[in-house]
């Protein structure tokens, strides 16, 4: 029985087209010819835009590994503390005054 790729096609369009919708949005409005000789297109804009894809997609495959392991589609991160280790990763930063570094901003 073969699946019809119509779904993961419709899919990766829609991606497409929301990161094209959502890269000229900002506080400075490009038009569509003089989005792409800008440096605030190519140095902040896109670069944000790609990041927040790859975070996306890096959540989706490991909630899909989560639940391919337990054999669970309730699974969640709850289960073995990740969500409590991120918690505590993230206090011991703010205590540290690691929030304050411009990691490459």
Request: one cysteine or more; aromatic letters at 10%; charged letters at 5%.
């Amino acid at each position: 029985m073969s699946r019809s790729p119509l779904p993961f096609i419709s899919l990766i369009a829609l991606l497409i087209l929301s990161v094209a919708i959502c890269t000229p949005v900002g506080v400075v409005h490009f038009d569509w010819s003089e989005m792409w000789h800008s440096p605030i297109f190519w140095n902040l804009r896109l670069p944000r835009v790609l990041l927040c894809l790859l975070a996306g997609i890096a959540l989706s495959v490991s909630g899909a590994a989560y639940q391919s392991v337990f054999r669970n589609p309730l699974t969640d991160p709850y289960i073995l503390g990740v969500s409590s280790g991120a918690s505590l990763g993230a206090a011991i930063a703010i205590l540290l005054g690691l929030q304050s570094i411009p990691w490459g901003v």
